[in-house]
C-alpha cells in the first residue's frame, strides 16, 4: 500500500488482512517496536522518525524482511509503508524474486493534503506534530510520484480515492484486486 502520512495505509491494511485472512505488516509500526526494545538500532530509528525522516534503508530491510518472510510463508501479507522510494522497491524486487514474495498489486490511495493534515492532527501520534506532518508530506511527495509511476509501469497499480468511508474503499480496492 502507498498512500502518503494520514493516507489510511494503516486502516485500509487492518480491514484488507482482516478480509483476506493474511497479515497485516507495516513499516512503520515495525521500527516503533524496535524503538520501544530500546537496542541500539532502536534509538537510531527513533532519531529519524522523530524528525520525519526516512529511516535508512538498511535498517528497513534488516528489520521488515524477517517479519515478511515470515507472513508470507503463513499464506501471506499486506505491506503498509514499505516500499516508500523507488531504490526500496527496485531492491525489494530483487529480495522477493529470491524469496518468492513478489507482489500482486501496490494499491495507492489518493488523499487531498488538506485532508492528510486534518486526520494527522486529529491522531496526534510522537511525530504528527504541525512541523514533522509538513516535513513528511514533503518527502512522500518527492518519493511517491517516481514509486507510482514505477509500479504503474509494471501493471501492478491499483489507484483509488482515498477521500470516502473506510468501508467504501475497503470495497473499491477488493473490486480490483486480482
Ligand atoms: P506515516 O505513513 O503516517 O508517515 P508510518 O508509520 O508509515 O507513518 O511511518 C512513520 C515513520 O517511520 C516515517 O516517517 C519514517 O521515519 C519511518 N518509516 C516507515 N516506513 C519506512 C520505510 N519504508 N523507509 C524508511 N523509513 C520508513
Known amino acids: 500500500m502507498v498512500a502518503a502520512p494520514g493516507g489510511g495505509k494503516g486502516t485500509q491494511g487492518e ?6 485472512g493474511i497479515q497485516h505488516v507495516s513499516s512503520g509500526d515495525v521500527l516503533r517496536a524496535e524503538v520501544r526494545a530500546g537496542t541500539p538500532v532502536g534509538r537510531e ?10 529511516v535508512p534503508d538498511q535498517i528497513v530491510f534488516d528489520l521488515l524482511t524477517p517479519v515478511v518472510s515470515a507472513a508470507a510463508a ?17 531492491a525489494a524486487a530483487d529480495v522477493g524474486r529470491r524469496l518468492d514474495l513478489t507482489l500482486d498489486a501496490a494499491v495507492y490511495l489518493n488523499v487531498p493534503d488538506p485532508v492528510l493534515l486534518q486526520r494527522l492532527l486529529a491522531r ?14 514533503d518527502v512522500f511527495a518527492e518519493t511517491s510520484g517516481p514509486l507510482i509511476d514505477y509500479y504503474r509501469d509494471r501493471g501492478i497499480l491499483v489507484e483509488v480515492d482515498g ?7 475497503t470495497a473499491d480496492i477488493e473490486a480490483r484486486l486480482p
Not at 480491514?15 to 483476506?20: G, K, N, Q, S, W
Not at 530509528?45 to 526516512?54: C, I, P, T
Not at 477521500?163 to 474503499?169: A, C, K, R, T, V
Request: charged share 30%; glycine share 10%; no cysteine.
Open 45 to 54: 530509528v527513533a532519531g529519524y522518525q522523530k524528525r520525519g525522516d526516512l
Open 74 to 90: 503463513r499464506g501471506g501479507y499486506i505491506l503498509d509503508g514499505f516500499p516508500r522510494t523507488v531504490p526500496q522497491a527496485v
Open 163 to 169: 477521500d470516502q468511508p473506510p468501508e467504501s474503499i
Open 124 to 137: 496526534a501520534r510522537a511525530d504528527d506534530t504541525a512541523e514533522v506532518i509538513k516535513h513528511r508530506l
Open 15 to 20: 480491514r484488507l488482512a482482516a478480509d483476506y
